[in-house]
């Protein structure tokens, strides 16, 4: 017989303890453990012939009728690896208000338009109020089938009796559905836990892609266990600031494509427009003299992208100076400092320092260091970097500039944009092309263009 069981489970990070208290010694939070009961199955033993014998396969298996599904946003498909696969299951998360409805909304109108069937069950809104956004962003003839439903087990019995079989499977959101056999509330922690492993079994089943749209707490992670994340095939972050009208979907785990991969959107009266080119967007003129500004050639995914990196250091009287970072990491700053003081002689104890990148994109990886650098003593120095620059490479400790990957498409896409010369790692392997290349070894030759005429010595064309 299955008896019953009592566990208390924190709501923000899903650890489990078996008697309650006040604070949570996972994630530290107070007043987020609830009392949950479970059903436990007390395991007897296991006999032979109890089984169901499996059906195995091998890897060559034919995969010609599993053609992915285009949303026909090329954006997100970019970013999903090249469109839905069939029977898989996303997880996106954003902040309220970021645009998560308004662009799942216009993924399913779009691929109903184009002829799949398309199923949208909202949690949080009623019928009609899915329909007044359709009508504002002139999508209101999409043959989708909206619902309303929070039961879980209503929307596997709706879904499973429908006609034509759906391809895709919107559920907005993950938070407010509920499966009937358990006790707690929608939310917690073991519905969020059952309610998403009955829809991915439902995936798998069907063949329907299944999107789940989870809340984030206010750290900006989806709310719920991280087992969450680990159950489905691809997570997507909505990341943006609402003072810029763009938009960055991130993916963070793919099982069908490159992780790191993002879609760049603009925020609109007629919702969510993609930009193809957002390089254009994030830099401004190439050729513009102005202290303190650099543009980075980065790496997102598999697209290049330039952004443009801006620094501010100013002189203060306080004990101690502030240093303030906009989409970038503080604590990689705080390091960046330090080798330019100890290992360039630049002193910023006196000064105040700010860093932001613009267009409101966050930056995450290392090659970045060699921008934030030419930012930084540009501003100091108050010269401005040369006109059509860029930079990229990675900065250690002892202040040596380490090479990084894919520096030819970094250059290509600035060539395209108009940029003249690269500021990049010495020994970097990259093909011919008519920018003029500036290699450095040293975070000092990059101090040198702030403070001499002259060009660095390992200057060289090729």
């Not at 059509?388 to 400790?397: A, P, R």
């Not at 008519?434 to 064309?461: D, Q």
Request: charged share 20%.
């Amino acid at each position: 017989m299955a008896r019953e069981r009592e566990q208390f489970t924190c709501q923000n990070c899903g650890e489990t303890y078996g008697k309650w208290q006040g604070r949570c010694d996972a994630c530290g939070e107070w007043n987020t453990l609830q009392e949950e009961t479970l059903r436990a199955a007390v395991p007897s033993g296991l006999s032979q012939g109890k089984g169901r014998a499996l059906t195995f396969t091998t890897l060559d298996a034919d995969i010609s009728d599993y053609k992915r599904n285009l949303s026909q946003i090329g954006e997100l498909d970019r970013v999903l690896g090249g469109g839905f696969v069939p029977g898989s299951s996303i997880l996106i998360g954003g902040d309220p208000g970021i645009g998560k409805s308004t662009l799942l909304l216009q993924a399913v109108a779009k691929m109903a338009m184009a002829g799949a069937a398309c199923i949208y069950i909202s949690g949080e809104e009623a019928t009609q109020q899915i329909s007044m956004r359709a009508e504002r962003l002139g999508l209101a003839r999409a043959p989708v089938r909206l619902a309303s439903a929070n039961s879980v087990r209503d929307i596997i019995t709706s879904v499973e009796k429908a006609s034509p079989m759906p391809s895709l499977l919107v559920i907005d959101s993950i938070q407010t559905v509920f499966a009937d056999n358990l006790p707690s509330a929608p939310g917690t922690v073991a519905q969020v836990r059952a309610s998403a492993q009955e829809l991915i079994r439902l995936a798998r089943k069907t063949g329907a892609s299944v999107i789940l749209v989870g809340h984030v707490t206010k750290d900006g992670q989806i709310a719920g266990p991280r087992v969450l994340e680990h159950m489905v095939d691809t997570v997507l972050y909505f990341e943006g600031d609402r003072g810029h009208q763009f938009r960055i979907l991130r993916a963070v785990k793919n099982r069908f494509g490159a992780t790191d991969e993002i879609g760049v959107f603009e925020m609109s009266d007629a919702g969510l427009r993609e930009v193809s080119n957002p390089s254009s967007l994030f830099i401004s003129n190439p050729e513009r003299t102005v202290s303190g500004a650099s543009v980075f050639a980065g790496m997102e995914g598999t697209r290049p992208l330039l952004v443009e990196i801006q620094g501010l250091v100013a002189p203060t009287s306080q004990a101690t100076p502030r240093r303030a970072v906009v989409g970038w990491d503080s604590a990689r700053l705080a390091m960046l400092l330090a080798v330019l003081d100890t290992r360039c002689g630049l002193s910023f104890a006196g000064s105040e320092v700010y860093l932001n990148v613009a267009g409101g994109l966050r930056v995450q990886e290392p090659a970045a260091d060699l921008a934030v650098a030419a930012a930084l003593v540009s501003s100091a120095s108050d010269i401005p970097v040369p006109p059509g620059s860029l930079f990229f490479g990675e900065i250690g400790l002892s202040g040596e500039v380490r090479p990084v990957g894919q520096a030819d498409a970094r250059l290509k896409e600035a060539a395209k944009l108009g940029f003249t010369t690269a500021v990049m790692p010495a020994g970097s392997k990259v093909k011919r092309t008519s920018m003029k290349i500036i290699e450095v070894e040293h975070l000092r030759e990059i101090v040198s263009l702030f403070t001499s005429s002259a060009s660095p010595s390992r200057a060289v064309g090729r």
